[in-house]
């Protein structure tokens, strides 16, 4: 039914500065609960299309001229971005890991801003240790002498923290050696699990992204050309040989 359908983006123009026209009609859906992946190489606009969402284009000289995005039901193309943090989506740059000078636990807490229950928050900030207990060990370090896979964790913990129901994850595996990125992706698999975060991942490392994702959309060039289950995607001939070879 509709109601499952948590993010629903139909035919989205995106135009950046005016005049450049990088979104050319994407449509995609994500299912409450599940791990959607946005694939494609550089420049597909996998980015955009996130941004989108999350309203964040507007920071970019970029626009949503075309199409619908529902959260719920709920037109949400017009939002502030903080509008969609209270409504539960928030979006985890990709490479804009943490404030360098803050220690990881100024940065989770950071993370909490638009809240203001003091308990809950301290609850929070305990189950985003839960899940990354390589943040807890670091708890007290300043994030720039972290690794990067303990920053890109840090941002995820960021984005935890505001309690979200659905989160834009971009380019997790960005500069991380494979055995964090398996890391990084065993969390989200958990988180995805066991507290119901829907994500919606963009990513470039197409193997890694549809072992973990339920379902994938391929991306070339401002449009949406191939869908279907993860499983689905990994064994197609096409994919194997323009996708998957590349990681
Ligand atoms: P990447 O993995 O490199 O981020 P992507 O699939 O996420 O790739 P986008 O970042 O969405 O792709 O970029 C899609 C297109 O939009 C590219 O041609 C890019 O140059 C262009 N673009 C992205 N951001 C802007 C911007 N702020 N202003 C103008 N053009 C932009």
Redesign the pocket.
């Known amino acids: 039914s509709n109601q499952d359908i948590v993010l629903d983006v139909n035919g989205i123009e995106v135009i ?2 005016h005049v ?1 026209l ?1 979104l050319k009609g994407v449509s995609l859906t994500v299912p409450a609960g599940r791990v959607v992946a946005l694939l ?10 996130l ?1 989108a969402v999350s309203s964040l284009l507007k920071g ?3 626009a949503v001229t075309k199409g619908s995005i529902e959260l719920r039901g709920e037109r949400i193309e017009n939002m502030t971005p903080s509008d969609l943090v209270q409504r539960g989506v928030v979006q985890v740059m ?1 490479g804009r890991h943490c404030f360098a000078h803050l220690t990881i636990e100024e940065n989770l807490l950071a993370g909490a801003y638009t809240r203001r229950d003091r308990g809950e928050i301290s609850a929070n900030l305990e189950k985003v240790y839960n899940y990354f207990p390589r943040l807890k060990a670091r708890r007290t370090s300043q994030a720039a002498y972290t690794s990067g896979g303990e920053q890109q964790m840090c941002a995820i913990g960021r984005a935890l923290m505001t309690n979200p129901s659905v989160v834009l994850l ?2 997790p595996s960005m500069g991380l050696a494979p055995q964090i990125v398996e890391e990084v992706f065993e969390i989200v698999r958990d988180l995805n699990a066991k507290e119901n975060v829907t994500f919606l991942l ?1 990513e ?1 490392n197409t193997n890694m992204a549809l072992r973990y994702a339920d379902y994938g959309y391929i ?1 070339e060039s ?1 449009r949406i050309v191939m869908d279907g289950a993860a499983d689905e995607l990994r064994n197609n001939e096409d994919v194997k040989e323009f996708y998957l070879g590349m990681y």
Do not use: H, L
Not at 40 to 49: I, M, S, V
């Open positions: 950046y500065n450049i990088v494609g190489g550089n420049g597909a606009g996998k980015t955009t299309t941004r970019e000289r970029g990709e971009d380019e963009a470039q991306m401002g």
